[in-house]
């Protein structure tokens, strides 16, 4: 065992999108920065913003219905919706900027347009779906949605899901072509390509033990390498947690005030894909349903058209399920060594006040394969069981914290920074709407963790991200402009579907 100690601006722990977001900004905003990354796997991108590993869906908000509540009165909130697509729209402008600026090629690799439909049986659900649609589809984010309870214009839209349908309920469906498919683990592999080619050092198979405050206001992390065992201390100005399901257990390391009463419940996940491309061939959507009554909004079903290792294909799910992991990679004991005295309470408190979601994810896990086959039936009736497998998807860790509306022991679904007081050390906890966000999360760290700076960096960022500030729904001409130039740059307009 060795010990060597080095010195660095910025230290990134795991090779994730977020990690991944976060270096390429700081190295365009801050070229000189002497960044350093460690990774305990041996590539990026291969956990949660793995391409199997989640749905790849580019959370626009406009497939998702758990993004459009309905109010007690009936009418439908589309608050959430605006911002999560308001969101979406940061990433594509940054990385259209990496596109142009050369930064990244072939935008294909890791995006591509597909329509986004969402699809419902039954009086009340056909009901909610038809009120949805007149709330979005005025609006200026939402434009070309289309409507359809026709059963002939269905057969056009979603043949597989048609074929042979026999219930006499009605059904409906919205389409909107303006959506994504993102390979997140591709854009991943491709930003670390590139940060390395500009000198930021990544270390693969080094796992990050701890985290401590130096008495010169420094942050220690050792790091272990996996294969040889030999440990290492680096010291940084400023580190971020970027290890996914492991970010929570790290930040508890680090012992900042901010750390305490958290808490991390593990969600883990199936899809079903199918192995046969006849079959994969008779769609062409990403083909959203409605969640089941305690399910939650994570597992909302959908079908969809991906484009993985430059193939076609076609993944069903995610169904949910319960594993202590916190990582695909993890330990099943990662729930129970994330129980502290800080976090007991909060943890119990939650374990009483989601007894139902307890209940919906154990079904789940026993779930066989006929009944698995049997929920996707209900999207493509006439399923075989021979053309469809089972892959295991990401882990995804729910933040659990005491917050005022929800008492103590909150699950909270979407994603969170936390950091210290000074900045010198920030976080990244929860999933959702996960790596379509990137950018939006990771422009708030940067702002929050280096406020001083952000006068110096301001004109840097509008050049990237020119609506960064800017409501898009408060201005419909920049967002119709941004939403133009982005297409064309990342090719989602058709003009290059044939390369
Ligand atoms: C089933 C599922 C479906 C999803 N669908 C979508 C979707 O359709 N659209 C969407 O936008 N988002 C989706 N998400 C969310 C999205 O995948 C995540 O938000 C995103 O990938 C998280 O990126 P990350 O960089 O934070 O974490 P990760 O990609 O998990 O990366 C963290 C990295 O840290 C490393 N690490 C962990 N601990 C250590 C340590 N101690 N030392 C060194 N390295 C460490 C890990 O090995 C890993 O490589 C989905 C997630 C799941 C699980």
């Not at 400023?238 to 929570?248: E, P, Q, R, T």
């Not at 307890?358 to 009736?381: C, G, H, W």
């Not at 995804?396 to 950091?419: N, Y």
Request: glycine share 8%.
């Amino acid at each position: 065992m060795s010990s060597n100690q080095t010195n660095t601006d910025v230290i990134l722990i795991g090779a994730g999108v977020m990690s991944a977001t976060l270096g390429t900004l700081l190295k365009e905003l801050a070229p000189d920065w002497k960044i350093k990354v460690f990774e305990k796997l041996a590539n990026a991108g291969q956990e949660s913003s793995n391409e199997w590993n989640n749905a790849g869906t580019g959370h626009s908000a406009l497939c998702e219905l758990n993004y459009t509540p309905e109010k007690p009165d009936g009418s439908i909130d589309i608050t959430k919706a605006i911002n999560v697509n308001e969101k979406f729209q940061l990433s594509r402008q940054f990385w259209s900027y990496l596109v142009k600026s050369g930064q990244l090629h072939n935008p294909r690799d890791f995006i591509r347009p597909i329509p986004h439909m969402s699809f419902v049986e039954g009086e009340t659900n056909t009901a909610f779906l038809k009120k949805r649609f007149h709330a979005l589809s005025n609006h200026p984010l939402f434009q070309g949605m289309q409507f359809s309870d026709d059963p002939e214009q269905l057969k056009k839209w979603i043949p597989l899901i048609m074929d042979g349908r026999t219930s006499s309920e009605p059904i409906a469906a919205t389409k909107i072509d303006s959506g994504t498919d993102v390979n997140f683990g591709a854009l991943t592999r491709m930003l670390f390509d590139h940060l390395k080619q500009n000198n930021v050092e990544i270390t693969y198979k080094t796992r990050v033990e701890k985290i401590k405050r130096t008495s010169d206001g420094l942050w220690k992390v050792t790091v272990q390498d996996i294969e040889s065992g030999t440990i290492e201390d680096h010291k940084a100005k400023f580190v971020f947690i970027g290890a996914g399901g492991g970010s929570l257990s790290l930040l508890q390391k680090t012992g900042i005030p901010e750390s305490k009463h958290i808490g991390g419940f593990p969600v883990s996940g199936l899809f079903m894909v199918c192995h046969n491309p006849e079959v994969a061939a008779q769609h062409h959507a990403k083909v959203y349903g409605k969640a089941k009554i305690g399910a939650p909004p994570m597992s909302v079903p959908h079908l969809d058209t991906r484009y993985i290792e430059g193939k076609q294909t076609l993944l069903f799910g995610p169904f949910a399920g319960f594993s202590p992991k916190f990582l695909k990679s993890g330990s099943h004991l990662d729930l129970i060594s994330s129980i502290n005295p800080n976090n007991i309470l909060t943890m119990l408190a939650a374990g009483v006040k989601q007894r139902v979601l307890t209940k919906y994810l154990i079904q789940q896990v026993l779930l066989s394969n006929d009944q698995r086959m049997e929920a996707l039936r209900e999207f493509i009736p006439k399923a075989k069981s021979e053309d469809w497998d089972i892959v295991v998807a990401g882990q995804r860790v729910q933040v659990i914290k005491d917050t005022d509306a929800g008492g103590r022991g909150t699950l909270q679904f979407g994603t969170e920074v936390v950091r210290s007081a000074d900045g010198s050390i920030a976080a990244l906890l929860g999933a959702s709407p996960g790596a379509s966000t990137a950018v939006h999360v990771m422009l708030e760290v940067v702002q929050k963790c280096f406020p001083d700076q952000m006068n110096e960096w301001e004109p840097k960022i509008k050049e990237m991200i020119p609506s960064h500030g800017v409501s898009l729904a408060e201005n419909p001409e920049l967002f119709q402009e941004i939403h133009t130039s982005t297409a064309q740059t990342l090719g989602l307009d058709g003009s290059d579907s044939d390369k």
